[in-house]
């Protein structure tokens, strides 16, 4: 008797799909993102998603390899070297293991949609990340508050000195500070101390307020170099957050377009569009599968195209976890920079406000870098396991 395919197994991988894909597609866009718990349940969640498809292709394979067996052992006996009895049996042979190897396919295809549409979810999540970034160092007031901080002429005890200064010398000598000194504190220093030596005191300036001066010389000089080192490296890891964002843009259009989805990155969040991309993969995928014998050709193109996106994905995955921890690590000597002022007893309330809020901020980002934007989930091997289809 020739082989035929059970009837009920298209059916039942037809019916399972739908069980799958639908909730997660009617879940898409509430995909968690914000902590580690719900990554977790989503990388489970994909995990067991995973393992029913196999499951499913496992209890297809069964009869299938069963019958296969009984067919080859059938041909073993003498009979089947009669043509009207070997003939049939070795076309039935060849029909179960071209069945066989077409349901591999199919599988394999649609395992390759579901690593595709868990590749564009985690560009979503990593996005959403990269966009938390981008506003947080738009909001840092790390430029204003370290312009403030080093330069002594921002202290109203150190203006009131200078005009003291600048009157004098203009009486005595004929001499005004330039410009330039305002701007720099190491000339605001030596010109305040010159002077001082030049101009003499004659009471004006008590000795307490000689004191708070010297002290705000001493700090903002001291302080000038390595808040330098915190705005420049600040800025330089905005810059680089940018150029992340603009990666993950490019990343996503070439992606999608694999599916003839055209819209921009920003509009598909802006627009909520991830159902009309996640339809064109289906669809792909169910004409690849349609058209196998026909059109294998299409079928190869289409898991070429969809595989190359999720390498291309996770080596991305893997540029966002270093750049995560390349500011942690820029945060962590941000914090031993400014740990390393502190009021002493020689000059007590030195410090002034701004830089406890420098210091705030400082702490602040780090701890959103190690906790918000750091994602442990996705540095190990389970979700590679995943996204690369080796979780057998």
């Known amino acids: 008797m020739l082989f035929r395919p059970p009837p009920s197994s298209a059916r039942r991988i037809g019916q399972l799909c739908v069980c799958l894909f639908l909730p997660f597609f009617l879940r898409a866009h509430t995909l968690p993102g914000d902590s580690s718990q719900h990554l977790r349940a989503w990388l489970r969640e994909v995990e067991g998603m995973f393992e029913t498809l196999k499951q499913e292709q496992r209890a297809a394979l ?62 979503k999540i990593l996005y959403e990340k990269i966009l938390s970034m981008d506003h947080h160092f738009t909001s840092l007031r790390t430029s204003q508050q370290i312009m403030r901080i080093s330069n002594p002429h921002e202290y109203p005890e150190f203006e009131d000195m200078k005009m003291v200064l600048d009157e004098r010398m203009k009486r005595k000598f004929g001499f005004a500070m330039p410009d330039i000194v305002s701007s720099n504190p190491y000339l605001s220093a030596a010109f305040s101390i010159v002077g001082l030596a030049l101009s003499g005191n004659n009471g004006k300036l008590s000795p307490a307020q000689l004191e708070k001066i010297s002290c705000i010389l001493d700090f903002t000089v001291r302080v000038h170099q390595d808040l330098g080192v915190i705005y420049y490296e600040t800025e330089y890891l905005r810059d680089a957050n940018l150029s992340l964002k603009k990666e993950c843009e490019t990343l996503f259009a070439e992606c999608s377009r694999q599916v003839t989805y055209a819209m921009p990155l920003q509009l598909c969040r802006d627009n909520d569009d991830w159902e009309h991309l996640y339809n064109l993969l289906q669809q792909q995928v169910d004409k690849a599968i349609a058209n196998a014998a026909t059109d294998p050709a299409f079928r190869q193109k289409t898991s070429v195209n969809l595989q190359f996106s999720v390498d291309r994905v996770v080596h991305f995955i893997e540029k966002y976890c270093a750049f995560v921890a390349q500011g942690s690590e820029y945060y962590k000597k941000f914090a031993k920079i400014t740990a390393n002022y502190h009021d002493s007893q020689t000059c007590p309330g030195t410090l002034p406000d701004t830089f406890s809020q420098l210091k705030t901020d400082i702490e602040t980002t780090l701890e959103k870098f190690n906790n918000a934007y750091n994602l442990p989930e996705i540095q190990g091997s389970r979700l590679k396991d995943l996204l690369y289809g080796t979780t057998d």
Not at 72 to 85: C, G, S, T, V, Y
Not at 88 to 97: A, G, S
Not at 106 to 114: A, G, H, I, P
């Open 62 to 123: 069964l009869p299938l390899r069963s019958r296969l067996l009984l067919v080859n052992a059938a041909l073993l006996q003498a009979d089947a070297r009669k043509p009207e009895l070997g003939y049939p049996l070795l076309l039935e042979k060849i029909q179960i293991e071209e069945h066989i190897r077409g349901l591999g396919e199919e599988t394999d295809l649609k395992l390759l949609r579901l690593r595709y549409r868990k590749s564009i979810e985690m560009l």
